[in-house]
């Protein structure tokens, strides 16, 4: 059971924009900035969004975070079919004292 | 550029215990912290705990408090996780991530390619 909470799963096609929510709470996104992963079939995750909203060098515009309260959202505009793949969201929780993580939300390009 | 070379595949009997390294080049190793994720296998990521490269200071995630110690080599600029007390639950693929030096982060800026630990009798 993941503490951040994440739709199983998205879709959309090409060129669309579609957006993944990640709820929290006031320990963790609630006080705390989110981040997000991207998880490539068969390997290792890759920092797409940090501190709620910095893309890392080489991110594309593409991508954006926002956040509302408890809960996170990413942003992709423009789909592409490369970006078929699961997206983590991630927060400091002030009480566990620990990075949490969301289950992850496995997107599909149709 | 920044790389984080794990160690390769292990498989492991129940009980025994499992030691991954985690080889940082293309920064100052002592500025940055290095947290362990693992994955099990078609499942989400589950943080386990978090190293200073500086000054050895660590935090686990409850679950592994006293059964996995993390430790770095800063002469190598090396980073291991080991775990004792396998069990079928463990088998999973463990990462290392580079973090931001001060800790309480879950910001994994670079991460390593991972490594596959496999427990069976």
């Known amino acids: 059971q993941s503490v951040l909470t994440q739709p199983p799963s998205a879709s959309g096609t090409p060129g669309q924009r579609v957006t993944i929510s990640c709820s929290g709470s006031?320990?963790?996104?609630?006080?705390?900035?989110a981040n997000w992963y991207q998880q490539l079939p068969g390997t290792a995750p890759k920092l797409l969004i940090y501190?709620?909203?910095q893309r890392p060098s080489g991110v594309p515009d593409r991508f954006s975070g926002s956040k509302s309260g408890t809960s996170a959202s990413l942003a992709i505009s423009g789909l592409q079919s490369d970006d078929e793949s699961v997206y983590y969201c991630a927060a400091w929780d002030d009480i566990l004292t620990r990075p949490v993580f969301g289950g992850g939300t496995k997107l599909t390009v149709l | 550029q920044v790389q984080l070379v794990q160690s390769g595949g292990e498989v492991e009997k129940p009980g025994a215990s499992v030691k991954v390294s985690c080889k940082a080049s293309g920064y100052t190793f002592t500025s940055y912290g290095v947290s362990w994720v693992r994955q099990a296998p078609g499942q989400g990521l589950e943080w386990m705990g978090w190293i200073s490269a500086n000054n050895g200071r660590t935090s686990y995630a409850q679950k592994f408090q006293g059964r996995a110690t993390m430790t770095t080599d800063t002469s190598t600029s090396t980073a291991y996780m080991e775990l004792r007390s396998l069990t079928s639950d463990d088998a999973a693929v463990y990462y290392c991530a580079r973090v931001p030096g001060g800790g309480g982060s879950s910001i994994l800026e670079y991460w390593g390619q991972g490594t596959l630990v496999t427990v069976s009798s």
């Open positions: 501190s709620g909203n």
């Open positions: 006031n320990s963790n996104i609630g006080e705390n900035s």
